[in-house]
């Protein structure tokens, strides 16, 4: 559904980094704002088929946005800030979230 799960916001000063894993099932993430400076957003898809969508536009240091998840089954809108890490290896999504 279009139910929004969580919102926060983060201060730069405080956050380097956010990264966000798709679970089972389709997920959706959507990444916008428009920042002089921005964290670095790290998007690790799931093994449903996921949507990404990316409209973020950092002024000063472009790239921040970085994707990680299969070519197949994901859907990626692309902005300026976007690095487009998705392969065919099912490896690059795996992810335990009770082992560590």
């Given at each position: 559904?279009?139910?929004?799960?969580y919102?926060?916001?983060?201060?730069?000063s405080?956050t380097?980094?956010?990264?966000?894993?798709?679970?089972?099932?389709d997920?959706k993430f959507?990444?916008?704002?428009?920042?002089?400076?921005?964290?670095?957003?790290?998007i690790?898809?799931g093994r449903?088929?996921?949507?990404?969508?990316?409209?973020?536009?950092v002024k000063?240091?472009?790239?921040?946005?970085i994707?990680?998840?299969t070519?197949?089954g994901?859907?990626?809108?692309?902005?300026?800030?976007?690095?487009?890490?998705t392969t065919?290896?099912?490896?690059?999504?795996?992810?335990?979230?009770?082992?560590?």
């Open positions: 559904d279009d139910k929004q799960v919102h926060r916001v983060f201060k730069r405080e380097k980094q956010i990264t966000l894993h798709g679970l089972a099932r997920d959507e990444v916008k704002g428009e920042v002089n400076k921005g964290i670095r957003i790290v690790v898809g449903g088929e996921d949507e990404i969508k990316d409209s973020s536009n000063s240091w472009r790239r921040k946005t994707v990680y998840d070519r197949r994901t859907e990626i809108k692309p902005g300026p800030e976007t690095v487009d890490k065919h290896d099912v490896k690059v999504h795996a992810f335990d979230r009770e082992g560590y």
